[in-house]
């Protein structure tokens, strides 16, 4: 009854194929030239260039600073524990603590300000900085929250996926894709849209999100990929790296690349494994084949 619904929510959250850091360092430069076009004009204001500059500092080096901070936060279970509004509103107000001495600096070396490089003085910048920095910062990240999907491009739809009930020679079993596919009732995946939804062939963190690659295209949500492991128990897969998962049925083989390795993924990809579990690795693929 609500299927055309679904499918409204879907196409008007779906913006393409974008990657984290595309998508905060694009909204920082965009808005570094807005303030820049704003602010310079011919009555006092600093010249283009000087206010190119500028801007393009002060709404970076934030971005950056945001973004460290809550990844810095994500080590620790009881911050992952709370909701995302709340992380959010932690990671904002450290990076704006974190901004404050460098937005005092370009003040005085930037803007002639005669401040002087006080404490009492970074935090008066500070009170004057984390309320627009930490609104920005829910603003830009709200869309995740509220469910907005980043799709990979070129991915198929639930029409023209391939079938996969009749594996070839070296796929994985029928008990095995049996199993894979009862992953509507693991809870990240009704963040993804039906049409993505499938069996997983692996998971990658990006910053503080998840990219969740399954047989019918790429997802990006707002997750946690120790909580995503933990609740793909009945999956036989392992952690290949400090940001990767692979479902062991989807991995064809790994090789070394430099001094790390690879795992080829039966979709042609190819994801990281770190040089102290290369072995385990190619042990699990030969013992699972």
């Known amino acids: 009854m609500y299927e055309w619904a679904d499918r409204a929510v879907t196409a008007l ?9 595309r998508y905060f360092f694009t909204i920082a430069v965009v808005l570094g030239l807005l303030f820049a ?7 006092g204001g600093p010249g283009l260039f000087h206010s190119l500059l500028l801007w393009q500092l002060q709404s970076c080096l934030p971005m950056a600073l945001l973004l460290i901070a809550h990844m810095g936060w994500s080590r620790f ?17 450290t990076g704006s603590l974190l901004f404050s001495p460098l937005a005092l600096l370009i003040d005085v070396v930037l803007m002639g300000d ?4 006080s404490l009492s003085e970074m935090a008066g910048e500070f009170w004057n900085l984390w309320p627009p920095v930490t609104l920005t910062w829910l603003a830009i990240n709200a869309p995740f929250v509220f ?21 070839e020679e070296g796929s994985p079993s029928p008990g095995m894709l049996a199993a894979e596919r009862g992953l509507e ?6 963040l993804i849209a039906p049409d993505m939804r499938g069996s997983v062939l692996y998971l990658q963190a990006e910053l503080h999100y998840l990219a969740v690659i399954t047989e019918r295209g790429r997802s990006l949500i707002l997750y946690n990929l120790r909580d995503a492991i933990a609740e793909l128990s009945a999956v036989p897969g392992l952690q290949t790296h400090r940001s990767h998962w692979i479902a062991l049925s989807q991995a064809t083989r790994v090789r070394r690349l430099g001094r790390q390795g ?15 579990r290369i072995d385990e690795v190619r042990r699990l693929l030969e013992s699972h084949a």
């Not at 279970?77 to 107000?93: A, H, I, N």
């Not at 009732?185 to 009704?190: I, K, Q």
């Not at 690879?262 to 102290?276: A, F, H, Q, Y």
């Open 262 to 276: 690879v795992v080829e993924m039966r979709n042609g990809d190819e994801v990281p494994v770190s040089r102290r």
């Open 77 to 93: 279970r009881w911050f992952e524990k709370t909701g995302p509004w709340v992380q959010l509103l932690v990671s904002g107000m």
């Open 147 to 167: 469910g907005l999907r980043l799709r990979g491009a070129g991915v198929s739809s639930a029409d023209d996926t391939v079938p996969v009930d009749s594996p």
């Open 13 to 21: 959250t779906d913006i393409g194929d974008l990657s984290p850091r």
């Open 114 to 117: 005669d401040e002087a490089l």
């Open 185 to 190: 009732t693991v809870p990240f995946m009704s």
């Open 37 to 43: 076009f704003t602010t310079s004009d011919d009555q």
